[in-house]
Every structure is written in structure tokens, then in C-alpha cells.
């Protein structure tokens, strides 16, 4: 079972950065495509960035592109989300998944649909307000 543990969140004015931490437990980020979701009050969850296994191919809706960077430390087992030049409409929960094993080409269309009901575990988030 992996365990995932978000930190980072808080309340910053638009046009300020945050940045979000990630923890993961095992060799989760080895192996698995990891992404980062956000849900807003009343919206369906959606995928912000996802991240090809081991610190590979980076994937970003289109409002983010430019903005926000998903990186990960592989020794440290943390997978991070910079975001700057925040809007108001950023505002959300912001969660950690993990998107399970996949190897190779398997992994691009996990990766890169970013779509909530292939991710296998999740955190239990951390909020994001822009004000």
C-alpha cells in the first residue's frame, strides 16, 4: 500500500509562488507515474502535472503550462509541484497520486491523460488559496 503525504499549501496573493511537497513511501517514484490533481469547491478533480517514472517526461494541462514544474527527488522520495505566477483560479485542493507501474510507452498515456480514475493512491492533500 503507498502511502503519499502533501505539505506546501497555504494562502498567497496572485502573482506569488508556492511550492508542494510530496512524500511517497517504497520505491513508488522509481517505478509509477506520479501526478498532481487539484479540485476546486464544486469542480471534478482534475490533473494539473504528471511525471514519467523515475524523473522522466513532464505533462501539464494548458493553464499551467509555463507556471507550475513537477519535479521529483528520487533519493529523498519526494515528488514536488513549483508553482508561480499564481491566479485566483488556481485555488484548490491540491493532491498527490501515484498512478502505479509502467514501464516504457505503456507510461505516455497514463502520464499524459492525467485522468483521475487510472490513478492508484492518493493523498489526502493540501490546500491552495490565491487570493
Known amino acids: 500500500h503507498v502511502q503519499l503525504v502533501e505539505s506546501g499549501g497555504g494562502s498567497v496573493q496572485a502573482g506569488g509562488s508556492l511550492t508542494l511537497s510530496c512524500i511517497g513511501s517504497?520505491?513508488?517514484?522509481?517505478?509509477?507515474?506520479m501526478g498532481w490533481f487539484r479540485q476546486a469547491p464544486g469542480k471534478k478533480r482534475e490533473g494539473v502535472a504528471a511525471?514519467?517514472?523515475?524523473?522522466?517526461?513532464?505533462y501539464y494541462i494548458d493553464s499551467v503550462k509555463g507556471r507550475f514544474i513537477i519535479s521529483q527527488d528520487n533519493a529523498k522520495n519526494i515528488v514536488y509541484l513549483q508553482m508561480n505566477s499564481l491566479k485566483p483560479e488556481d485555488t484548490g485542493l491540491y493532491v498527490c497520486?501515484?498512478?502505479?507501474?509502467?514501464?516504457?510507452?505503456?507510461?505516455?498515456?497514463?502520464?499524459?491523460?492525467?485522468?483521475?480514475?487510472?490513478?492508484?493512491?492518493w493523498g489526502q492533500g493540501t490546500q491552495v488559496t490565491v487570493s
Open positions: 517504497g520505491d513508488t517514484f522509481l517505478n509509477s507515474c
Open positions: 511525471l514519467e517514472p523515475g524523473g522522466g517526461t513532464t
Open positions: 497520486a501515484d498512478g502505479g507501474r509502467c514501464t516504457g510507452s505503456d507510461c505516455v498515456p497514463l502520464c499524459g491523460r492525467m485522468a483521475p480514475g487510472a490513478m492508484a493512491s
